[in-house]
């Protein structure tokens, strides 16, 4: 993937992912391996004169420079996964129920180092204080570019998590060490971490602090997990306006070695390497186990999670077990995970029209092992 100036249209935004086998090739997910999820256009912007401001229920409001951003505070670390809402809707779609949304497959998801100024002492110095988060939320807005369903893109979380530094809430100039692409927000993005990825809105202009959610469509009617009584856009109707925003992703594993329908001999010992990356719910992580499965879930073997030395609270981890197999056809290999918050991986979870937030246990299903 390279950073041409492409400009993907409103009718056909540039939506992708990788082979999940390569995905989970690196713990740091290199630039041209990444997914890409876009409601619009790439805007192409310039550092030298793009700036973010700050307004709203603020007793200073601001507007600053991206050298400001980068000179005037403290630059913050912090490694996260960052993953589409829609993650494995197509797990869910063939699963469970057809859903609404594009059929992401198990890798719309990256982990990667980010740096960039706290958010929470950008609010500070706008004269926001802990005591007056009660009730008010931050709201992030792009106003680059024109979107499908909008005229702007924008997303919002409560300010107690922006104020909380224990959130490491920043405000993105760099991934992996290099500054941001103009496909990964360049040259600033929200990174929220244990956010849906929805919430991390790129090539940022405008923070707002107020007494409500944003106003944008994809927070208000879009990016949440439905009743299963709302089966199509008619029924759905009622129930945009009284289900919550989805914030926090949940627990998810992945098995990504062998994939679905693969062809996999057998050891000498009688086993197949199996392969995969966990994601921990929210705020609950870092991901403490997985376990694999080679008959539908009656036993579990233990994963090895690989290079612990790096894990942490919000990043993936990459795992991989050997598990003894029965020559036959199809055959299937599961995966759950269990993080330091006490949430473990279910079989499924709810169906919703849209498709987000499936966590379903991990599976590669149809193998031939020979």
Same mark, same amino acid.
């Given at each position: 993937?390279?950073?041409?100036?492409?400009?993907?249209?409103?009718?056909?935004?540039?939506?992708?992912?990788?082979?999940?086998?390569?995905?989970?090739?690196?713990?740091?997910?290199?630039?041209?391996?990444?997914?890409?999820?876009?409601?619009?256009?790439?805007?192409?912007?310039?550092?030298?004169?793009?700036?973010?401001?700050?307004?709203?229920?603020?007793?200073?409001?601001?507007?600053?420079?991206?050298?400001?951003?980068?000179?005037?505070?403290?630059?913050?670390?912090?490694?996260?996964?960052?993953?589409?809402?829609?993650?494995?809707?197509?797990?869910?779609?063939?699963?469970?129920?057809?859903?609404?949304?594009?059929?992401?497959?198990?890798?719309?998801?990256?982990?990667?180092?980010?740096?960039?100024?706290?958010?929470?002492?950008?609010?500070?110095?706008?004269?926001?204080?802990?005591?007056?988060?009660?009730?008010?939320?931050?709201?992030?807005?792009?106003?680059? $570019? @024109?979107?499908? %369903?909008?005229?702007? *893109?924008?997303?919002?979380?409560?300010? #107690?998590?922006?104020?909380?530094?224990?959130? +490491?809430?920043?405000?993105?100039?760099?991934?992996?060490?290099?500054?941001?692409?103009?496909?990964?927000?360049?040259?600033?993005?929200?990174?929220?971490?244990?956010?849906?990825?929805?919430?991390?809105?790129?090539?940022?202009?405008?923070?707002? $602090? @107020?007494?409500? %959610?944003?106003?944008? *469509?994809?927070?208000?009617?879009?990016? #949440?997990?439905?009743?299963?009584?709302?089966? +199509?856009?008619?029924?759905?109707?009622?129930?945009?306006?009284?289900?919550?925003?989805?914030?926090?992703?949940?627990?998810?594993?992945?098995?990504?070695?062998?994939?679905?329908?693969?062809?996999?001999?057998?050891?000498?010992?009688?086993?197949?390497?199996?392969?995969?990356?966990?994601?921990?719910?929210?705020?609950?992580?870092?991901?403490?186990?997985?376990?694999?499965?080679?008959?539908?879930?009656?036993?579990?073997?233990?994963?090895?999670?690989?290079?612990?030395?790096?894990?942490?609270?919000?990043?993936?981890?990459?795992?991989?077990?050997?598990?003894?197999?029965?020559?036959?056809?199809?055959?299937?290999?599961?995966?759950?995970?269990?993080?330091?918050?006490?949430?473990?991986?279910?079989?499924?979870?709810?169906?919703?029209?849209?498709?987000?937030?499936?966590?379903?246990?991990?599976?590669?299903?149809?193998?031939?092992?020979?």
């Amino acid at each position: 993937m390279t950073s041409t100036h492409t400009e993907y249209s409103v009718q056909n935004p540039l939506n992708r992912e990788p082979p999940v086998k390569t995905l989970v090739s690196s713990f740091f997910t290199p630039e041209g391996i990444s997914y890409d999820r876009n409601h619009g256009p790439i805007p192409h912007l310039t550092a030298d004169t793009h700036t973010v401001r700050i307004d709203g229920n603020v007793p200073s409001p601001l507007c600053l420079s991206i050298h400001q951003l980068q000179t005037e505070f403290s630059q913050h670390e912090v490694i996260c996964a960052l993953e589409c809402a829609g993650n494995r809707r197509h797990a869910m779609r063939t699963l469970l129920k057809e859903v609404q949304g594009i059929d992401w497959g198990d890798a719309a998801v990256m982990n990667c180092k980010w740096k960039g100024p706290r958010l929470r002492d950008v609010l500070l110095r706008a004269g926001v204080t802990s005591n007056l988060s009660q009730g008010l939320y931050v709201a992030f807005s792009c106003y680059q $570019v @024109q979107c499908q %369903e909008d005229d702007w *893109f924008g997303s919002s979380v409560k300010l #107690k998590r922006c104020l909380d530094e224990d959130m +490491d809430v920043i405000l993105a100039l760099e991934m992996n060490g290099s500054p941001l692409t103009p496909n990964h927000g360049y040259p600033v993005r929200v990174v929220l971490p244990g956010v849906a990825g929805a919430r991390w809105v790129k090539w940022l202009d405008r923070i707002t $602090v @107020q007494d409500h %959610e944003s106003s944008n *469509f994809y927070q208000q009617r879009d990016y #949440k997990v439905l009743p299963p009584d709302a089966v +199509d856009s008619a029924s759905a109707e009622p129930y945009w306006d009284r289900t919550p925003a989805m914030c926090d992703m949940p627990i998810n594993s992945v098995v990504a070695v062998p994939e679905d329908g693969e062809t996999v001999r057998l050891s000498e010992s009688g086993t197949v390497e199996v392969k995969g990356y966990a994601v921990p719910h929210g705020a609950d992580g870092p991901v403490t186990g997985v376990q694999v499965s080679a008959d539908g879930g009656q036993t579990w073997v233990d994963a090895v999670i690989e290079g612990s030395s790096l894990v942490r609270k919000w990043c993936w981890v990459l795992w991989r077990a050997r598990v003894s197999f029965e020559r036959g056809t199809g055959r299937e290999i599961l995966s759950r995970a269990f993080d330091r918050g006490g949430n473990v991986q279910q079989e499924h979870s709810q169906w919703n029209l849209r498709g987000v937030g499936y966590n379903g246990y991990g599976r590669a299903s149809d193998l031939i092992i020979v």
